[in-house]
């Protein structure tokens, strides 16, 4: 059972207020007043950035190549890049033997480690579903601290007023929109909402600029980013020697072997560097095995012991425009209300209730004219905005914003 994605369902549908007190539960998704038509975020912003992107996407021809797929995950619509990206595409990996399911095999493997050290595709939020259940089994074993590369890492020396609001704010339930770049993903919102609830602590330790403005090789931007993220990370755990810390990355960062041809990813380095011995696991070396997911065999075309553990999840399907693993966990087709008419993109973001317009959303969808696409939300009371965002070529000029 995917416990902690059910458990905030269930904690959004009775009302847990941040003090703990409950409401009387909601049966059903409710919107509390109209839709609020918003302009375009200010262009200054994380979110007035990400919406630039999307309004390079052609509506009448989207596809992952470039950063496109990453942006349309971002706004709601995998279905649409499915079919395009490498992401998505089924592998032939064996079956691990006789493992038992796949987060039973974690935890029991965690508890011979301080870090785990989990990875996930920027297009598939099912990755970051699972990185939720594995918080949520690590939490007992004493697991308290969750590193997060999307976290913003570049004020943490600044002033508390210039810092992000989840350092700056550190008791809010939800993440903000100026969290970090990746955050502003609906699930990645959902997995803060539950690291949140669990008690972790929260840390960045991306990797800032170099320190020379001489451009560098492709190879020498990558060991530099790598470099710096093992060693902000080994520091933390210098002056902490006694933490458990999860680690959430990106595709090849959680990788702990050196590579053929010399490239040295994060979690190598800090194996390294502090001497412990990490629970590597990848989500994104296999996929489409099963019809549930299960662990499986590295292919032998990996470097041996790059990853711990493979986690093969399904091939995804889509109804309505929607994943539909987040159904299977307990939310809700939701129609979208009546709107005055469009062209290019429209987003329409659902908050609950009470929230500002800075929390990440429970929910995002960008639709086009005439498409019939759900949103997808736990039960509870809700407020809807619409933003308009007219589709430019690519070389335009940015976005005029409100």
Not at 83 to 88: E, F, P, Q, T, W
Not at 117 to 139: D, K, P, Q, T
Not at 160 to 185: I, K, T
Not at 223 to 239: H, K, S
């Amino acid at each position: 059972m995917r416990s902690a994605l059910r458990l905030l369902a269930m904690t959004i549908a009775v009302g847990i207020a941040p003090g703990g007190v409950a409401a009387p539960p909601e049966p059903a998704v409710l919107f509390d007043g109209a839709v609020d038509y918003a302009p375009v975020p200010a262009a200054d912003t994380t979110a007035g950035f990400q919406f630039s992107l999307l309004a390079a996407i052609d509506p009448a021809l989207p596809t992952a190549t470039g950063q496109n797929g990453q942006m349309l995950s971002l706004f709601g619509r995998e279905d649409l890049i499915a079919a395009s990206s490498d992401d998505y595409r089924a592998t032939r990996c064996a079956p691990a033997p006789a493992t038992g399911p796949a987060l039973d095999a974690i935890a029991e493997r965690a508890r011979n480690t301080s870090i785990v050290i989990i990875n996930e595709s920027h297009e598939r939020s099912e990755h970051r579903g699972f990185s939720a259940e594995v918080a949520a089994r690590l939490r007992p074993l004493g697991y308290t601290v969750l590193a997060m590369e999307a976290l913003d890492n570049s004020g943490v020396a600044a002033p508390l007023r210039h810092r992000a609001p989840f350092l700056r704010e550190p008791a809010l339930p939800y993440f903000s929109n100026e969290d970090g770049f990746y955050l502003g993903e609906s699930g990645f919102g959902r997995f803060g909402r539950i690291a949140k609830r669990l008690g972790y602590r929260l840390l960045p330790y991306e990797a800032g600029s170099p320190p020379s403005a001489r451009p560098m090789t492709r190879e020498q931007s990558i060991a530099f980013r790598e470099a710096e993220q093992a060693r902000t990370l080994a520091a933390f755990i210098a002056v902490n020697p006694s933490v458990k810390l999860l680690v959430h990355v990106g595709y090849s960062h959680a990788g702990e072997v050196p590579m053929p041809d010399g490239t040295v990813w994060m979690a190598a380095r800090l194996k390294q560097q502090t001497g412990i011995d990490p629970l590597t696991i990848s989500q994104t070396t296999c996929r489409g095995g099963g019809d549930a997911t299960r662990l499986a065999v590295l292919p032998a075309d990996e470097p041996a012991g790059r990853f711990d553990l493979v986690v093969d999840h399904p091939t995804a399907r889509f109804e309505r425009g929607r994943p539909v693993w987040r159904r299977d966990l307990g939310d809700q087709w939701v129609d979208v209300p009546a709107m005055r008419p469009f062209t290019g993109w429209r987003v329409i973001e659902a908050r609950l209730a009470g929230e500002p317009v800075t929390a990440v959303p429970m929910d995002t969808v960008a639709v086009r004219p005439g498409e019939d696409v759900a949103l997808l939300l736990p039960p509870g009371r809700y407020t809807l905005r619409a933003i308009d965002v007219p589709a430019r070529p690519a070389g335009d000029p940015p976005l005029r914003t409100g």
